[in-house]
C-alpha cells in the first residue's frame, strides 16, 4: 500500500502542494487529473523520490526517504516513465527495453522482451534504432522498458501523449489489464478523460496543491462536485438555474454536460442555434439561451439562426444541485 501523509512541496515560494494525504491499495489504478500546471507531475516526482518534502510518503508501511537520503534518486521497486522518455536513442527498440534486465539468462531475457513488445505492440520494430523510431514508438518502447523488471508502482506521465488515436485505445486497454494481471499498482498523470474514465479503479482531481475531489471516475462524472470538476471530463455548461425553470429567481447555475440537454418538439426552454459540430455520432450544438452561451448534443444537424426549444430531466437537475 502507497501511503502519503502531509506531503507538501515547492519549487520557490509559491507552494505546489499543500499538505496532501492519501492511502493507495495494492494492485489499484489511479488517475491525477487536473488543469495544466496543477502539480500532476511533481505529485509523481515526489512519490517517486526525486523531490524532498517534509511529509511521509510509505509503501508497505516503511518510509521511503527521498532524495535527501539516498545517493541515487528513486526506489528500486518503483518505476517512473517522464514526459520524455529518456532512451538510449543508438540502441535498438529490443535492447532499450532489455537495457536493465540481466544477462544471465539470456533465454529468459529474449523471451522477456519479446513479452513486452507484444504489450505495446512493437513486435515488428524490435530491431529497429530507437534514434528512427518515431515519437509515439518511442514512447511504447519507454513503456515497455518501465515495465520489465515488474516494478511493484509504477508512475506514468502522460504515459499516451504521443500516441496515435488509433493505437491509444488498443494499448491502453493491454497495457492496463496487464497491470491488473500482474496486480501491479499504477498511479497515471493524465490529460485524457478515457484514461481516467474507462481504466481507473479511483480518480484524484488536483487543483490549487490540494487533493480536491477523490471518488470513482463515475462518482466524479456522473456528480461532478462544481463545473471544474466537469470540464476535466470534456465539454460542460454552466447554466443559470433562472434559464432552465420558469419561477425561478435565484442565481444558481446548474452543470449539465452538452449530453444532459435533449431537443424536443416544443418546450418554454428556447435558444438560437450559433454554430454546429459534426462529433461522429451526433452533432455539438452551440446555442444562445437568454444570453447564455450553451452547448447540446443532438443527432441532427441543426443549422445556425434556428430557434431550438430544449428540455432537461427535473430529476437531474435536483441531483446536480446536491
Ligand atoms: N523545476 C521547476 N522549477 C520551478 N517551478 C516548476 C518546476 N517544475 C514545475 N514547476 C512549476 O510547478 C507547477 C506544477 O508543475 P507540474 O509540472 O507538476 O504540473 P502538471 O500538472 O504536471 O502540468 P502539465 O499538466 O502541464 O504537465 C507549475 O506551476 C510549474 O510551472
Not at 516513465?81 to 531475457?109: C, I, R, W
Request: proline share 4%; charged share 30%; hydrophobic share 40%.
Amino acid at each position: 500500500m502507497l501511503k502519503l501523509q502531509k506531503v507538501s512541496f515547492a519549487y520557490q515560494k509559491e507552494p505546489v502542494l499543500k499538505n496532501i494525504s492519501f492511502e493507495i491499495e495494492k494492485g489499484q489504478n489511479v488517475s491525477v487529473i487536473g488543469e495544466s500546471g496543477c502539480g500532476k507531475s511533481t505529485l509523481l516526482k515526489l512519490i517517486y523520490g526525486l523531490l524532498h518534502t517534509d511529509g511521509k510518503v510509505s509503501w508497505n508501511g516503511e518510509e521511503m526517504l527521498g532524495p535527501n537520503f539516498n545517493l541515487v534518486p528513486g526506489e528500486p521497486f518503483i518505476k517512473y516513465l517522464a514526459q520524455d522518455f529518456d532512451l538510449m536513442l543508438p540502441l535498438t527498440a529490443a535492447e532499450n527495453v532489455g537495457k536493465h534486465l540481466s544477462n544471465f539468462y539470456p533465454v529468459k531475457k529474449k523471451r522477456r522482451i519479446r513479452e513486452l513488445l507484444e504489450v505495446v505492440e512493437m513486435e515488428d520494430l524490435a530491431d529497429k534504432k530507437a534514434k528512427l523510431l518515431s515519437g509515439g514508438q518511442q514512447q511504447r518502447i519507454a513503456l515497455a522498458r518501465a515495465l520489465a523488471k515488474e516494478p511493484e508502482l509504477i508512475l506514468l506521465d502522460e504515459p499516451f501523449s504521443h500516441i496515435d488515436h488509433f493505437r491509444k485505445n488498443n494499448l491502453r486497454r493491454r497495457l492496463f489489464s496487464y497491470l491488473k494481471e500482474q496486480n501491479i499498482t499504477c498511479i497515471v498523470a493524465t490529460h485524457d478523460s478515457t484514461d481516467a474514465l474507462s481504466f481507473a479503479d479511483r480518480t484524484f482531481v488536483l487543483k490549487n496543491g490540494n487533493i480536491y475531489a477523490d471518488g470513482t471516475p463515475e462518482q466524479l462524472y456522473k456528480s461532478p462536485p462544481n463545473k471544474y470538476v466537469a470540464s476535466l471530463f470534456g465539454d460542460v455548461n454552466h447554466i443559470m438555474l433562472k434559464n432552465l425553470r420558469e419561477n425561478e429567481n435565484s442565481r444558481k447555475r446548474v452543470v449539465l454536460y452538452p449530453h444532459d440537454i435533449s431537443v424536443v418538439k416544443d418546450s418554454a426552454i428556447r435558444a438560437e442555434v450559433r454554430n454546429t459540430y459534426f462529433k461522429g455520432e451526433n452533432f455539438l450544438i452551440q446555442a444562445k439561451l437568454n444570453g447564455e452561451e450553451i452547448l447540446v448534443e443532438h443527432k441532427k444537424n441543426i443549422q445556425p439562426g434556428n430557434t431550438i426549444a430544449l428540455k432537461v430531466q427535473e430529476k437531474l437537475i435536483e441531483e446536480r444541485l446536491k
